[in-house]
C-alpha cells in the first residue's frame, strides 16, 4: 500500500472513534452474490425505485456529549490548531518507533496537508453519484471520501520531504522492510494502545496521539466509556427490522448473505485493504506505489464490484424505508441511555469542554 492509501486507515479509525464505537472493520461477514459480479444487472433486474432523497442524518440526543468529547463542537480553526498539534505530536512519535526498528527518519510535517472537506462532493445517498462512485472506496481519491470537515492528505513522497532521500538510497529489500515498519505488516513491531494491537508505526503512533488527547480515556470516566462502547456495540451488532428488511432486498437483489446494512460497505472495504496489501507485496510491485484501478486489473474488477453492490445497497436502503426506521430505533436507545447515565455524561461533556 502506498502512502496515499494511508488516508483510508486513518479514515475508517477516526470514524471508529468519533462514534465512541470499539470494533474490528475487518468483521467476519460472508457475502456469496448468486451472480457473477461481473454479469449482475446493476438495476437488481428491476426498475429503480421511484424515490424521495434520502434525508440527511438527523443529530441525535447523544450527539451533544460525542460532539464535545471529540472536538466536533469547535470551530474550523480551533479544530486545524488542534490537528496540527497532534501532527507534530505524532510525527515525533513515528520517528522514535522507525529508529526504534533501525530506520533513519526524520520528523516532517509538510507531507500532511489539512484542508476542508466539501460534503457536497460525497453523496452515497444520491443514485447518480451512486452508480459513478459506488461506495468511493476504489473510485475516489482518499482526501474526497466521505461527508463534509476538515481532512487531510498524506503523500510521502511530497517534494521537500528529507525521508525520500533516505528511502530512496535504500536498496530494493531495504525498503520493503521501511514500508513493513512505517505502514504495513512484517516489521515484528506490536504495541498495545487502550487494548488495540498496532504493528506498524504509522498505525502505533496515531493512537497513541488519539489516545492522549482525550478526557474520555481518564479512569474516572472508565465505567461511562465502557458502558457507551457496549451500547454502540450492542447496536452494531443486533439484527433490527430495518436490517431484516434490508436484508431481504439484498438478497433479492443477487446479494445474499448480509444481514446489516453496514456489512455491505464494510465487506467491500475489507476486500480493498485485503487485496491492496496482497498487490503491494507483490515482489514485482514497485515499492510506494498505490494500486489503483489505472495500474491494476483486480482494482478495476473491485471498482465494477462496487459500483453494483452500493447501487443494490441504494435501492434497498430506499425501498425499505431504511435510514427513518433505523434512526428512530438508535434515537430510542440513546435516550434511554442518557435518562440512565446523565449525570457522569454531564461531567465528561463538562471535562471535555474545560480541556481537563
Known amino acids: 500500500m502506498g502512502l496515499r492509501a494511508m488516508a483510508l486507515s486513518r479514515k475508517s479509525f477516526a470514524i471508529l472513534l468519533s462514534g465512541l464505537i470499539a470494533f474490528v472493520i475487518s468483521s467476519c461477514t460472508d457475502i456469496n452474490p448468486t451472480q457473477d459480479s461481473e454479469t449482475l444487472d446493476t438495476t437488481n433486474n428491476a426498475e429503480l425505485p421511484s424515490r424521495e432523497a434520502?434525508?440527511?442524518?438527523?443529530?441525535?440526543?447523544?450527539?451533544?456529549?460525542?460532539?464535545?468529547?471529540?472536538?466536533?463542537?469547535?470551530?474550523?480553526?480551533?479544530?486545524?490548531?488542534?490537528?496540527?498539534?497532534?501532527?507534530?505530536?505524532?510525527?515525533?512519535?513515528?520517528?522514535?518507533?522507525?529508529?526504534?526498528?533501525?530506520f533513519e527518519y526524520i520528523p516532517w510535517l509538510?507531507?500532511?496537508?489539512?484542508?476542508?472537506?466539501?460534503?457536497?462532493?460525497?453523496?452515497?445517498?444520491?443514485?447518480?453519484?451512486?452508480?459513478?462512485?459506488?461506495?468511493?472506496?476504489?473510485?475516489?481519491?482518499?482526501?474526497?471520501?466521505?461527508?463534509?470537515?476538515?481532512?487531510?492528505?498524506?503523500?510521502?513522497?511530497?517534494?521537500?520531504?528529507?525521508?525520500?532521500?533516505?528511502?530512496?538510497?535504500?536498496?530494493?529489500?531495504e525498503q520493503?522492510?521501511?514500508?513493513?515498519?512505517?505502514?504495513?505488516?512484517?516489521?515484528?513491531?506490536?504495541?498495545?494502545?487502550?487494548?488495540?494491537?498496532h504493528i506498524n508505526c504509522n498505525n502505533w503512533s496515531s493512537a497513541v496521539v488519539n489516545y492522549e488527547r482525550q478526557v474520555g480515556n481518564r479512569a474516572e470516566f472508565a465505567p461511562l466509556m465502557a458502558a457507551i462502547t457496549?451500547?454502540?456495540?450492542?447496536?452494531?451488532?443486533?439484527?433490527?427490522d430495518a436490517d431484516r428488511a434490508w436484508s431481504n432486498c439484498m438478497a433479492e437483489s443477487g446479494f445474499p448473505g448480509l444481514e446489516r446494512q453496514w456489512e455491505a460497505s464494510d465487506t467491500?472495504?475489507?476486500?480493498?485493504?485485503?487485496?491492496?496489501?496482497?498487490?503491494?507485496?507483490?515482489?514485482?510491485?514497485?515499492?510506494?506505489?498505490?494500486?489503483?484501478?489505472?495500474?491494476s486489473p483486480e482494482m478495476a474488477k473491485l471498482r465494477d464490484r462496487e459500483i453494483k453492490l452500493a447501487t443494490a445497497d441504494l435501492n434497498c436502503r430506499i425501498s425499505t424505508n431504511f435510514e427513518a426506521n433505523r434512526s428512530a430505533h438508535v434515537v430510542s436507545v440513546e435516550t434511554q441511555f442518557i435518562d440512565d447515565h446523565l449525570a457522569a455524561l454531564t461531567a465528561l461533556r463538562d471535562a471535555a469542554e474545560q480541556g481537563d
Open 54 to 102: 434520502i434525508p440527511h442524518r438527523q443529530l441525535t440526543p447523544f450527539d451533544e456529549f460525542r460532539n464535545v468529547l471529540w472536538g466536533m463542537n469547535l470551530d474550523a480553526d480551533s479544530q486545524l490548531r488542534q490537528l496540527n498539534a497532534d501532527r507534530v505530536r505524532q510525527e515525533d512519535l513515528l520517528a522514535q518507533c522507525m529508529n526504534d526498528l533501525g
Open 110 to 173: 509538510g507531507w500532511n496537508t489539512w484542508y476542508i472537506r466539501d460534503a457536497e462532493n460525497y453523496r452515497p445517498d444520491d443514485q447518480d453519484w451512486v452508480t459513478q462512485y459506488g461506495y468511493g472506496w476504489t473510485t475516489l481519491p482518499p482526501e474526497s471520501r466521505g461527508g463534509g470537515g476538515i481532512s487531510g492528505t498524506m503523500d510521502f513522497f511530497t517534494p521537500g520531504n528529507p525521508n525520500i532521500e533516505i528511502f530512496n538510497s535504500l536498496s530494493e529489500g
Open 176 to 197: 520493503r522492510a521501511f514500508w513493513a515498519a512505517f505502514q504495513y505488516r512484517g516489521s515484528g513491531l506490536s504495541r498495545i494502545v487502550d487494548g488495540w494491537e
Open 230 to 240: 457496549q451500547m454502540y456495540d450492542d447496536l452494531r451488532w443486533e439484527i433490527s
Open 268 to 295: 467491500l472495504l475489507r476486500e480493498l485493504n485485503e487485496l491492496t496489501t496482497r498487490i503491494s507485496a507483490n515482489p514485482n510491485w514497485e515499492p510506494g506505489v498505490n494500486p489503483t484501478t489505472d495500474n
